[in-house]
T-cell receptor, first 113, second 113 residues
């Protein structure tokens, strides 16, 4: 799997958009970008994933650059409960296939009042 | 609908002992993956079980072994415990060997003294 690079920490004001970047310059054509977050003392929580098109769900939006070498997770209206470590990982998702996902240290997002 | 459950929540063992951790996947999921998360680090992939077989394995020694039962639940066994095995052990379930997003349990905190 391609490796990812994320800033170690970021902060955001409550109610503002939080934009979390991820660099995955060695991504392969069949690798998906996945985002998870981990709130203190809990297991990671799946947020969103995408291949090359921008994606949006009830939690966040994922913007992937045209060359797929980087992406941005957007939390449109951050709340205090969004304070967590956010992980960007890339992995192959073939039909019935297998993979070894690699989590880095992620970005620690602190949302302040 | 119960999510991923793990037991026990906390465990204290002595160096050299053996430990068994248990995981029940989310309803409808058939694949279980295990991760080790040291303090301040991202989760590290141990192995994945699908159709009662180990499908993929991360860079962990043979002291780490597992099993998946016909009801898709899984066990993680660690023999000859070392102090460095102290960590949060996470179980994640998914459908079809990782094609879809994973759902993580709350983890088991193992302390080796």
């Amino acid at each position: 799997d391609a490796k990812t690079t994320q800033p170690p920490s970021m902060d955001c004001a409550e109610g503002r958009a939080a934009n979390l970047p991820c660099n995955h310059s060695t991504i392969s054509g069949n690798e998906y970008v996945y985002w998870y977050r981990q709130i203190h003392s809990q297991g990671p929580q799946y947020i969103i994933h995408g291949l090359k098109n921008n994606e949006t769900n009830e939690m966040a939006s994922l913007i992937i650059t045209e060359d797929r070498k980087s992406s941005t997770l957007i939390l449109p209206h951050a709340t205090l409960r969004d304070t967590a470590v956010y992980y960007c990982i890339v992995r192959v998702a073939p039909s019935g296939g297998s993979y070894i996902p690699t989590f880095g240290r992620g970005t620690s997002l602190i949302v302040h009042p | 609908d119960a999510g991923v459950t793990q037991s026990p929540t906390h465990l204290i063992k002595t160096r050299g002992q053996q430990v068994t951790l248990r995981c029940s996947p989310k309803s409808g999921h058939d694949t279980v993956s295990w991760y080790q998360q040291a303090l301040g680090q991202g989760p590290q992939f141990i192995f994945q079980y699908y159709e009662e077989e180990e499908r993929q394995r991360g860079n962990f020694p043979d002291r780490f072994s597992g099993h998946q039962f016909p009801n898709y639940s899984s066990e993680l066994n660690v023999n000859a415990l070392l102090l460095g095995d102290s960590a949060l052990y996470l179980c994640a379930s998914s459908f079809m060997a990782g094609v879809y997003e994973q759902y993580f349990g709350p983890g088991t905190r193992l302390t080796v003294t």
